[in-house]
């Protein structure tokens, strides 16, 4: 093959276009420091831990002083058919799991080729797996009721009815405040929030503001509920205990650090606000109202379940699936989460 003296690269290579640069090398752990303080510094707290993680997956598996120019294809593939063999719980990696890593893999070494460390993404031809859909269990009006009969807090009353009644998403409801509530007009807003001294930020899935009207029953509940709750407690659904929680791990991440010591286990945190923050045992709480009930479950029961059973309701009684794409706040009239 005729090569080019200047720098020993093959001809043919230089005649597709290719770099006369080699890579430069980088180690996976360097790399992961640039890529979160460059790429991830725009991004949610949420995704920034996803990130992490699929990082300390491919440190264990490569070693963390692995140059990412020593990453093949063969040994990409290797990697994300080894992540179904590790076990979580006594159970292997579900398909949609092994593809999220492979989604952020890719995220990942395309950047790599952005930046210079590598020709080639190894990770780009990698086809993901099929994922079969998961059931879940409806949850019939009737069982909603019987819920219901077994759950005297009245604050958990107030989480079933609005959840089940609305269809908004849980993160959606314990970031709800009491002044996105309007009972005279039986409606609530869900809406995106800045930071600020009091109040932690809360972004709303795909961007978009939406508001949802309450029936009577639901109406009813939060008026019981708003005369019991704390007037000091901006938030509709956090307990006294919560809200204190909330307000320290804000105060945490307004200093800055991303990350702190946890001094019971001696390992580091993510501080950086996370909505996750607002919420605490719901679906513990929620298998064990579902238990007192005795429902019988036909698939797995979820928090998410609650607002699929809302989605459900408003298909079986001819609720045009426009209008239902703008009660559930999806982008189209595919499903989504």
């Known amino acids: 093959m005729q090569r080019n003296h200047e720098t020993d690269q093959p001809k043919t290579a230089l005649d597709r276009g290719e770099t006369r640069d080699r890579p430069r090398d980088i180690s996976l752990e360097e790399f992961e420091i640039r890529f979160d303080k460059t790429y991830c510094s725009r991004l949610r707290a949420s995704t920034r831990v996803q990130y992490a993680a699929t990082f300390t997956r491919l440190k264990a598996?490569?070693?963390?002083?692995t140059c990412l120019n020593r990453i093949?294809?063969?040994?990409?593939?290797?990697?994300?058919?080894?992540?179904?063999?590790?076990?979580?719980?006594?159970?292997?990696?579900?398909?949609?799991?092994?593809?999220?890593?492979?989604?952020?893999?890719?995220?990942?070494?395309?950047?790599?080729?952005e930046w210079g460390y590598l020709l080639t993404n190894p990770f780009s031809r990698i086809k993901q797996q099929k994922a079969a859909p998961k059931a879940w269990h409806y949850l019939k009006p009737s069982e909603f009721q019987r819920i219901l009969a077994v759950v005297n807090d009245l604050r958990w009353r107030v989480f079933y009815y609005l959840v089940y009644t609305t269809g908004a998403r849980?993160?959606?409801?314990?970031?709800?405040?009491?002044?996105?509530?309007?009972?005279?007009?039986?409606?609530?807003?869900?809406?995106?929030?800045?930071?600020?001294?009091?109040?932690?930020?809360?972004?709303?899935?795909?961007?978009?503001?939406?508001?949802?009207?309450?029936?009577?029953?639901?109406?009813?509940?939060?008026?019981?509920?708003?005369?019991?709750?704390?007037?000091?407690?901006?938030f509709v659904l956090l307990t006294a205990t919560r809200w204190e929680r909330v307000c320290a791990m804000w105060a945490l991440c307004r200093k800055g650090e991303p990350w702190h010591m946890d001094g019971k286990t001696g390992q580091k945190v993510?501080?950086?606000?996370?909505?996750?923050?607002?919420?605490?045992?719901?679906?513990r709480n929620v298998r064990t109202h579902v238990r007192r009930a005795e429902i019988r479950l036909g698939a797995a029961m979820t928090v998410h379940s609650l607002r699929k059973s809302f989605a459900q309701n408003h298909a079986d009684h001819g609720t045009p699936s426009a209008t239902l794409k703008d009660l559930m706040g999806h982008a189209s009239t595919q499903w989504r989460g």
């Open 61 to 65: 598996h490569f070693g963390p002083r």
């Open 270 to 283: 993510w501080t950086e606000w996370d909505s996750r923050f607002m919420v605490n045992n719901v679906l």
């Open 72 to 113: 093949t294809r063969e040994t990409a593939e290797l990697f994300i058919a080894d992540q179904k063999r590790i076990m979580v719980k006594g159970k292997g990696f579900s398909a949609a799991t092994r593809n999220k890593h492979l989604r952020q893999c890719k995220t990942i070494f395309n950047v790599a080729v």
């Open 170 to 234: 849980v993160g959606e409801l314990f970031n709800l405040t009491w002044s996105d509530v309007d009972l005279k007009r039986g409606i609530i807003t869900i809406h995106s929030r800045r930071a600020s001294e009091q109040l932690p930020p809360f972004q709303v899935k795909d961007h978009e503001t939406r508001t949802l009207p309450i029936p009577i029953q639901t109406i009813e509940a939060l008026k019981a509920w708003r005369k019991a709750a704390s007037a000091e407690i901006p």
